[in-house]
């Protein structure tokens, strides 16, 4: 099955893929990062899934989502009927539930039902019995309980089972997650749940205040990032899932299932500009949390509780989406400096501001702390916003949004009444000079570009970055010249590439890679603010093209440089 053909669902604690065939493919419970109980995503059947189907396998297939909510309809069409699948994940509490309800629509269709429970992330087959309610699986911490009125029977570690829906018919079936050593939770209603989740998804995103040209697009989207919100502590994870390629058989397969302050804040600015402040003051809480204590110790993503330590560590018996291999568990870039994220922290704080979020005077004493540990980095050299692995080195766009951090700190003095006047000085002083830095040895006259990095040859899409930012204005030469330079060089088919990794290993990792969207995105930007705003909506049509029938596929960054892109499109 294709990556861009599964379908995304939430309850906004955890998530689960969905496959055209009605197989979920991937889930984690409890939590976004939590080993995963189906792992066929990135391994093989025999990894962990569940699948509902008609017999027939000739059957065509249509879904969509009931309006903008996460609630997955899919009908499959065969020779003696139609069945609708209809799979939601309910918002709730301690237990999280997977709910699959098969709905005769006409005729009598045959069905067949395969589930293969493969706790920790495809290895450890569990203790099945029946209960006086249903099935248990249990293995280790983690137990599962199906409920179903469908007989089943176990074949080879599989729990299988055949049934008939004829029109009007409606078939459930419950799959809730519980602590072992407790007893299953009570049974929900199935009927009760889907209403329930219905009105909860219709009534968020019926707050959203973006009604422009791209209102389907941009509300699908948000509705996205709110599924990758971790409820109980605010945090927002990058995406649902990990070692997805970035290219097939490639090597750059990361877990993405944390918090990263850069994709956390872009969302925070997407969420607020679109009327959704309290996920923005949710967001703002979780992150002054976990960055509290010592400013030399912030780290670039945490756990979507705030944890710290994420040790990334390889899966050997999971061969990988398509075969691309290393599977990894952890992200060893939480360990990485990116000076990037100072700038991205102090923007989003000085947005979430201005959509009037007070900040407390225990707030802003944080963020004076982290402005005193910039005044004396923002020299040294970082991983930057790519997190590479090559080494560190002085990289353009890092030293930017190092410029950005001290920007809206004075900002906040100036304009939001925050009372650190004894450091204005010394922050304006340092913006200028960061600000002077910045083009003297970012700027290659013989490129006539901002480089990657100092005295470098090299481009990098993250340039855009610097007229969206307000590092220069768009009318400016050099970010006329940069733009230009990077049309010429790193867009391919239409679509623009980071960078080229096989020009300089700067990335410190073999091959190369596909385009990448959230650059494409803000390519699109720039092309606006240049005034060449029919090709930016003509980039952002391709762009919105690319989406599945469904409108998604769950990455947080993507999603965001839609919504941001569209907002600057539309600005008069």
Request: net charge negative; proline share 5%; glycine share 8%.
């Amino acid at each position: 099955m294709k990556i861009e053909d599964y379908a995304f669902l939430s309850d906004t604690q955890t998530a689960a893929l969905v496959s055209r065939n009605g197989s979920v493919d991937w889930l984690c419970f409890p939590r976004f990062d939590s080993a995963s109980c189906f792992a066929a995503l990135i391994g093989e059947p025999k990894n962990g899934r569940w699948l509902i189907s008609p017999s027939d396998d000739s059957a065509t297939v249509t879904r969509k989502y009931r309006g903008y909510t996460l609630i997955l309809e899919t009908t499959f069409e065969t020779k003696g009927g139609a069945v609708r699948l209809i799979d939601f994940m309910p918002p709730r509490g301690t237990n999280p539930d997977i709910v699959r309800i098969v709905e005769g629509v006409h005729g009598k269709v045959s069905m067949r039902m395969e589930l293969i429970i493969r706790f920790d992330y495809g290895d450890m087959v569990p203790w099945v019995r029946k209960c006086r309610d249903g099935l248990e699986a249990i293995a280790g911490p983690n137990g599962l309980v199906l409920r179903t009125p469908i007989e089943t029977r176990g074949e080879d570690l599989t729990t299988v089972a055949e049934f008939e829906v004829a029109k009007g018919e409606r078939v459930p079936f419950v799959l809730t997650w519980y602590q072992s050593h407790k007893r299953p939770p009570r049974a929900i209603d199935p009927d009760h749940a889907l209403r329930d989740t219905e009105k909860y998804w219709n009534d968020w995103a019926g707050t959203c205040r973006y009604g422009g040209k791209w209102s389907e697009a941009v509300t699908r989207s948000l509705v996205v990032l709110k599924g990758l919100t971790y409820a109980p502590t605010g945090g927002i994870v990058a995406a649902a899932t990990t070692s997805l390629p970035e290219k097939i058989g490639g090597v750059r397969n990361w877990d993405y299932r944390y918090c990263w302050l850069r994709d956390a804040t872009f969302t925070l600015f997407a969420l607020t500009r679109s009327g959704f402040v309290e996920e923005a003051r949710a967001w703002r809480g979780w992150l002054l949390r976990t960055i509290a204590g010592s400013p030399s110790q912030m780290q670039i993503l945490y756990g979507t509780g705030g944890e710290r330590r994420l040790p990334e560590w390889e899966i050997e018996w999971l061969p990988g989406y398509e075969n691309s291999k290393p599977v990894r568990i952890g992200n060893a870039a939480s360990t990485q400096f990116q000076l990037d994220v100072y700038g991205e922290v102090m923007s989003s704080l000085y947005h979430a501001h201005q959509a009037g979020i007070e900040i407390e005077e225990t707030d802003w004493r944080l963020q004076v702390a982290l402005m005193k540990f910039l005044e004396s980095h923002w020299q040294e050299p970082d991983e930057g916003i790519w997190e590479v692995r090559g080494g560190r080195k002085h990289f353009t766009h890092s030293k930017m949004m190092a410029w950005l951090a001290f920007h809206r700190a004075v900002q906040l003095i100036e304009k939001g009444g925050m009372p650190a006047n004894e450091h204005l000085a010394r922050w304006k002083k340092t913006r200028d000079q960061i600000h002077k830095e910045v083009c003297e040895r970012g700027y290659n006259s013989k490129v006539k570009a901002f480089t990657q990095y100092y005295e470098s040859d090299a481009l990098d899409a993250s340039l855009l970055m610097a007229p969206m930012i307000g590092f220069l204005p768009a009318e400016d030469e050099r970010v006329r010249n940069t733009i230009a330079a990077i049309e010429r060089e790193l867009v391919v088919q239409g679509f623009v590439l980071r960078y080229k990794p096989e020009e300089e290993n700067v990335d410190g990792l073999p091959g190369d890679e596909g385009v990448f969207l959230p650059c494409s995105f803000w390519f699109a930007t720039c092309l606006n603010m240049l005034g060449r705003k029919k090709e930016a909506c003509e980039l952002v049509e391709r762009l919105l093209a690319l989406r599945n029938d469904l409108g998604n596929f769950p990455q947080a960054f993507t999603h965001v440089a839609l919504v941001t892109t569209v907002h600057f499109l539309e600005e008069e």
